[in-house]
Nanobody, 125 residues
Framework: QVQLVESGGGLVQAGGSLRLSCAASGRTFSSYAMGWFRQAPGKEREFVAAISWIGGSTYYADSVKGRFTISRDNAKNTVYLQMNSLKPEDTAIYYC??????????????????WGQGTQVTVSS
């Protein structure tokens, strides 16, 4: 069992930056692939970024490529999402998720086994 707790959300102006963190419990964090998703009001949850278990592979949604960076620190059981050049359309609740198949980069919500409670990101224009 893995418990995930996101933090770092908030209100920021367009063009600004935020760094989200996701702290994981459990000894097996380093064996999981991790992902970030987001859900805006009235929309489905969508993939943002993912990273493999040792961080050797990353993948991004086209909408955030070049602006967001996912990384992880297995010693701290934490995955990060650095978000730069934020836009109003990035406003959403951001969720981190853990995938037991550590080497697999997955973009579908069904591929993930554990989810955090989410953190709100609001970008004002």
């Amino acid at each position: 069992q893995v418990q995930l707790v996101e933090s770092g959300g908030g209100l920021v102006q367009a063009g600004g930056s935020l760094r989200l963190s996701c702290a994981a419990s459990g000894r097996t964090f380093s064996s999981y692939a991790m992902g970030w998703f987001r859900q805006a009001p009235g929309k489905e949850r969508e993939f943002v970024a993912a990273i493999s278990w040792i961080g050797g592979s990353t993948y991004y949604a086209d909408s955030v490529k070049g602006r967001f960076t996912i990384s992880r620190d297995n010693a701290k059981n934490t995955v990060y999402l650095q978000m730069n050049s934020l836009k109003p359309e990035d406003t959403a609740i951001y969720y981190c998720a853990a995938n037991k198949i550590g080497a697999r980069i997955a973009t579908m919500t069904g591929a993930y086994d554990y989810w955090g409670q989410g953190t709100q990101v609001t970008v004002s224009s």
